[in-house]
C-alpha cells in the first residue's frame, strides 16, 4: 500500500533501489527457472541420463528446491516434440512474473527502456511462448532460452538485456560507493563482508591494465547479501555471492569449462564445497552454445574467516579475464595442460596474464625467437621442443612475470622484448649444459674404463686369480653404454641445432673410450706371468690415462657453468685443458719408454706384442683426450665472447 501511495504521488524515485534489488532477484529466479526448462527437456528426451540438480541454484535465488526436482524428474514425451512435466504451467506463470518484475524496475528508473521491454514481453506473449500449460513443445523451450537473434527475440535475451540495465541502475541509484563498489540497502552487518572483497579485489585489479571489468554492485535481498561482479565483458561470465551471517555461496558462470575448473582451484586452501560444471545450452553463448554453472559454499567458523574467503574470491577474479585466450597462446609454445599449469602459477604468485597479452603476448615470444634464436627454433616449433619441457614451463613464467613487472613499473616495450630475449639466450644455453652434461656422462665411463685395466694389471702384477674375459666382457659393456649415449646425443645436436663443437667434443670422448675398450681387450690378452717391470710401466701409463679422464672431467663441468658468468669456472675450465695436453706428453713419453723396455728384454712375442698394443692404445686415448681438451678450450672462447 505504501508503495502504491508514494507511486501515486510521482515520487517513484524513492523505491527505485528497493525495486532494483526485486528485479535483482526476479533476475536469479528466471534463471533458475529457465535452467529448469532446460533440464526438464534433456531428461525426458533421455530419461536414462541422470537428471539434472538445481537444488543449491534453487535455494541460493529464493526458490522450493523440491518443487524444481520434481518438474525436472517427471519431465517426459509426448510424441515426438512435445513434452510434460509436473507443475509445468505453475512455472510457465512464475516465469512470465519474473520477467514482469523485472522490467518494472527497469522502467522505474528508465522508462523508455522499461516501456520497449514491456513491448517485447508483449510480443513473446503474444507468440504464444509463455501459455502456461502442463504440455509444451521442445522448440518453445529452444526458443524461450536461445539468444541467437536467427529465430527473432527470445526470453533469454530479454532477461539477458534487463540485467544490463538493472546493473546501470544499480551504480546509478546507489547510496555510496564502498571501496569500489556500488552499494545500497546494506545492513551494518553487511558492510564488513563488502569490504573484505573489495580488499581482495583492489589488491589485485591493477593486473587488468586496460581491459574494462570487474565493476561490483552490493545489495540487500531477500534477507541476504548479494555481491555481484561483472568480470569482464561476456555475456555468461559472471559471479554472484550470496551472504547469510558466516555463510557464503558463490555461484559462478563460463562458457569455458577449463576456466571454471581454474576458478574453483584457485580456492583449494579453504574448506568449500564445489558442485555443477553442469553444461546448460543457450544458442549464441560460446563456441557451442553452450555455458557451465559452478556453485561454491562455505560456511566459516567466525567472521574473519569468512571474510577472508570473500577477499580471496574479490583477488582472484582478475585472472580469469582474458584467460582462455592466454590459454590458446601458450598452448603453441607448450602443451595445453603446462599452458594451464603456467597461467595457474601466475594467478597464485599476483602476476597474472594481462600485463603479457596486453605488451604483445604471442608477438613478445615470436620476437624473442627471431631474434635470439632463428636457427636454433624453427617456425612453428613449440619450446618444450627446443629448451625441454622444464626449462620451456620456466622461460614462460619468467616473460609474464617480466611483463606485468614492466607495465606496473611503466617501463617500456622494447625493455621488456630485450629482457625476454635474453632470458632466451640464458635458457639455449643451458640447453648446451644439458647436452654437455652428456659429456660428462661420457667421460665418467672413460675413467671407469680406465679403472678397469688399471685393477687387472694391478691382479696380473701380485699373483691373484685375473678374469681377462671378464675384464673384457664388462669394459665391452660400458663402451657400448657409451656408444648409445653418444648416439642420442647427436640426435639432441642436431635437433636443437647446438653449437657444432659440442657435437665434436662428443666424438673424441666416444674416439677416447673406443681406444680404452681396445684398450681392454688386449689386457685381457696379458699372460699370467708377464714380467713385472712391464708391468710397473703399464700401471704408470694408467695413471696417466686416469689423470686424463678426471681432468676432462673437471673441465666439462666447469665448462657447463660458463654461461652463467662465472669467471672461476671458465679458469678452471682453461686450466683442465692445459693439463689434458700435459697429460699426453705424459702418455707419449710413457709408452716410449714401454716399448723400450720390450725391445731390450728379449721377451717371447706374446708378452711383447700385448704389452707394446696396451701401452699404445691407452697412449692414443690421451691423444683423443688432448684433442677433446682443444676443442673444449673453443667451446669455452665462444662463452666468453657472447
Not at 102 to 113: C, F, H, L, S, Y
Request: charged letters at 25%; a negative charge.
Amino acid at each position: 500500500m505504501k508503495t502504491q501511495i508514494i507511486e501515486e504521488l510521482g515520487q517513484g524515485g524513492i523505491l527505485l533501489p528497493t525495486l532494483v534489488a526485486e528485479g535483482l532477484a526476479a533476475n536469479d529466479r528466471i534463471k533458475v527457472r529457465m535452467s529448469a526448462l532446460q533440464a526438464a527437456a534433456q531428461h525426458a528426451r533421455d530419461p536414462n541420463r541422470p537428471a539434472s540438480d538445481l537444488g543449491i541454484e534453487s535455494r541460493t535465488a529464493g526458490i522450493a528446491p523440491a518443487a524444481i526436482a520434481t518438474l525436472i524428474g517427471g519431465a517426459h514425451m509426448i510424441g515426438r516434440d512435445r513434452l510434460a512435466a509436473p507443475a509445468l504451467a505453475k512455472l510457465m506463470k512464475e516465469i512470465e512474473d519474473d520477467a514482469a518484475t523485472m522490467i518494472r524496475a527497469v522502467k522505474a528508473g528508465t522508462p523508455d527502456e522499461g516501456t520497449k521491454a514491456d513491448a517485447r514481453l508483449e510480443a513473446i506473449r503474444s507468440a504464444g511462448l509463455l501459455d502456461p500449460a502442463s504440455e509444451i513443445e521442445i522448440a518453445r523451450i529452444a526458443r524461450l532460452t536461445g539468444v541467437t537473434d536467427a529465430a527473432g527475440d527470445s526470453l533469454h535475451r530479454l532477461v539477458m538485456d534487463l540485467h544490463k540495465q538493472l546493473n546501470k541502475l544499480a551504480a546509478s541509484c546507489s547510496e555510496e560507493a564502498l571501496d569500489g563498489a556500488h552499494v545500497f540497502g546494506l545492513h551494518g552487518e553487511d558492510r564488513a563482508a563488502v569490504a573484505a572483497f573489495m580488499t581482495g579485489l583492489n589488491a589485485t585489479r591493477g593486473l587488468r591494465f586496460n581491459h574494462p571489468g570487474l565493476d561490483t554492485m552490493a545489495t540487500r535481498a531477500g534477507g541476504r547479501l548479494l555481491i555481484q561482479n561483472d568480470i569482464g565483458t561476456t555475456d555468461a561470465h559472471v559471479v554472484v555471492i550470496a551472504v547469510k551471517k558466516n555463510a557464503v555461496t558463490v555461484t559462478y558462470t563460463d562458457v569455458h569449462l577449463a576456466r571454471a575448473k581454474f576458478f574453483m582451484s584457485l580456492f583449494d586452501k579453504f574448506e568449500a564445497t564445489w558442485s555443477g560444471l553442469d553444461r546448460h545450452t543457450a544458442a549464441g553463448l560460446g563456441d557451442e552454445n553452450s555455458f557451465y554453472l559452478v556453485t561454491g559454499q562455505y560456511q566459516a567458523d567466525h567472521a574473519a574467516k569468512r571474510n577472508e574467503f570473500l577477499s580471496a574470491i574479490g583477488a582472484a577474479l582478475v585472472f580469469l579475464i582474458d584467460w582462455n585466450k592466454a590459454r590458446k597462446l601458450l598452448r603453441s609454445w607448450v602443451a595445453k595442460d603446462d599452458a594451464a599449469r603456467i597461467l595457474e602459477w601466475a594467478a597464485r604468485n599476483l602476476i597474472g596474464h594481462r600485463g603479457f597479452l596486453e605488451l604483445g603476448g604471442n608477438e613478445l615470444l615470436g620476437s624473442a625467437v627471431r631474434n635470439a634464436a632463428p636457427s636454433r627454433i624453427g617456425f612453428g616449433e613449440r619450446l618444450d621442443q627446443a629448451l625441454g619441457r622444464a626449462a620451456a614451463i620456466d622461460f614462460l613464467k619468467a616473460a609474464l612475470r617480466a611483463s606485468t613487472e614492466a607495465l606496473l613499473a611503466g617501463r617500456s616495450v622494447r625493455t621488456v622484448r630485450d629482457q625476454i630475449e635474453a632470458d632466451l639466450v640464458r635458457h639455449l644455453d643451458r640447453v648446451d649444459g644439458t647436452l654437455l652434461a652428456a659429456v660428462l656422462r661420457q667421460t665418467g665411463l672413460a675413467h671407469d674404463l680406465v679403472i678397469a685395466i688399471t685393477r687387472h694389471i694391478a691382479a696380473v702384477r701380485a699373483g691373484l686369480p685375473a678374469d681377462g674375459k671378464l675384464v673384457a666382457a664388462r669394459c665391452a659393456a660400458i663402451e657400448q653404454k657409451a656408444d648409445r649415449i653418444a648416439l642420442e646425443s647427436r640426435k639432441e645436436v642436431d635437433r636443437l641445432d647446438a653449437r657444432p663443437v659440442i657435437g665434436q667434443l662428443i666424438d673424441r670422448i666416444e674416439d677416447a673410450i673406443d681406444e680404452l675398450e681396445q684398450a681392454a681387450f688386449v689386457a685381457s690378452l696379458l699372460p699370467e706371468r708377464a714380467d713385472p717391470t712391464l708391468l710397473a710401466s703399464l700401471a704408470e701409463l694408467c695413471v696417466v690415462a686416469a689423470t686424463a679422464a678426471e681432468t676432462a672431467s673437471k673441465g666439462i663441468a666447469a665448462a657447463m657453468d660458463v654461461p652463467e658468468g662465472r669467471r672461476v669456472d671458465s679458469e678452471d675450465a682453461l686450466a683442465a685443458v692445459t693439463r689434458l695436453i700435459d697429460a699426453e706428453h705424459a702418455a707419449d713419453a710413457r709408452e716410449r719408454a714401454t716399448t723400450t723396455l720390450v725391445f731390450g728384454g728379449g721377451f717371447d712375442v706374446a708378452t711383447s706384442l700385448s704389452v707394446i698394443e696396451l701401452a699404445r692404445a691407452i697412449e692414443r686415448a690421451t691423444d683423443r683426450f688432448a684433442a677433446f681438451g682443444h676443442l673444449l678450450r673453443r667451446h669455452i672462447m665462444i662463452d666468453l665472447a657472447a
